[in-house]
């Protein structure tokens, strides 16, 4: 096996850790997980839902989003943050598309790959990373 067979192998391996992490999500309307991975190591990870202290509804009575829900590679950068960890280099591992504001703090971040296994209908966010020179990788979700 070729190292592009192990990478892949290993994408395959840690978007469906991802996918298992987003089941930690209250949310109904769609659950979406996120891991930061640095030197074969899960550095952090998230999953999409409110703050920290807030109830662990992210749909209001109409089943609409509330605005404050954190998607998930928000949920893991800011966790970061409070660690001793650097995601600078690192690749995250997402189950669903970035969309634009999460491209920009994953941007900001220095994360250098960013794997994902659901598109989303805006590729605003993909091309956005692109254009920062992240290599971003589309996994088609596995049943």
């Not at 749909?59 to 609409?64: F, K, P, T, Y």
Request: charged content about 30%.
């Amino acid at each position: 096996m070729d190292s592009e067979e192990k990478q892949e192998v290993l994408d395959r391996r840690y978007i469906r850790m991802a996918g298992i992490w987003a089941e930690n999500s209250y949310c109904r309307r769609r659950q979406v997980g996120a891991l930061i991975v640095k030197d074969k190591m899960i550095i952090s990870d998230g999953y999409n839902g409110t703050p920290s202290g807030f109830e662990n509804v992210c749909e209001d009575e109409n089943n609409v989003t509330k605005p404050y829900v954190l998607h998930a590679e928000a949920n893991a950068i800011t966790k970061i943050a409070r660690s001793n960890n650097s995601s600078d280099g690192a690749t995250m591992y997402v189950t669903a598309s970035p969309c634009i504001e999460c491209a920009k703090l994953i941007i900001q971040a220095g994360i250098k790959r960013v794997v994902y296994s659901e598109k989303y209908r805006l590729e605003d966010g993909i091309e956005l990373m692109k254009r920062a020179g992240i290599e971003v990788v589309y996994l088609e979700h596995e049943q």
